[in-house]
């Protein structure tokens, strides 16, 4: 994956009223997840922006809430293309990935984002790109290639997830399909069901016809 540079800002003021005059600025709030798993109660210091999250059999879960310019992520979220962010929060550098994204269901403007704390010691699951290449054999007796996922979940350490699953469909014939099943990916687990269709070669009407009247000229 890429890396995208990203300055945040440690956010305490919270709630509705406090989140709509940040986006009245032109910033948005984000909550970085993933954080230190803590035993509750916890005796230890906390940073400017961080806060517990109770996660059950006295345990919680250290968050962090920030906000950034709408300007500093266009390029990360108008874009096909997936990203390891190096977060740089006063001078300090945090690793993560996109987790979520909230959007103003009419005006279409980002509302909240959601990131995910990454290293390079523990998996996560992510979305990644599909890319078909080569000439399957089906359109080449006058299919169709279709795309069902464009994107596939992924779970590996961040620094070894592609920009994208690169998949040859060269030998696919007319009317079958590829499944998750049937792909691999060295040092990828492929998070979707395993009967999931990918791709496949659709028959057209042309590709039908011509097999009728090949059938019939026998």
Known sequence: MKTFQLTAEPRTD???KAAKQLRAEGKIPVVLNGGEIIELPYSGNLREGEKIVEIGNGKGLITTDLTVTNDSVRNLVYTPDIFAIELDVHGEKRMAVLKD??????KDNILHIDLLEVSDKKPVAIEVPVKLEGHAEGVKAGGKLTLSMKKLRVKALYTEIPERLVINVDSLGLGKSLQVGELHFEGLELMNAKNAVVCAVQL???????????????
């Open 14 to 16: 919270l709630g509705k």
């Open 204 to 218: 057209t009407r042309a590709a039908r016809g011509a097999a009728a009247a090949a059938a019939a000229g026998k």
């Open 101 to 106: 994204i909230q959007f103003h269901p009419v």
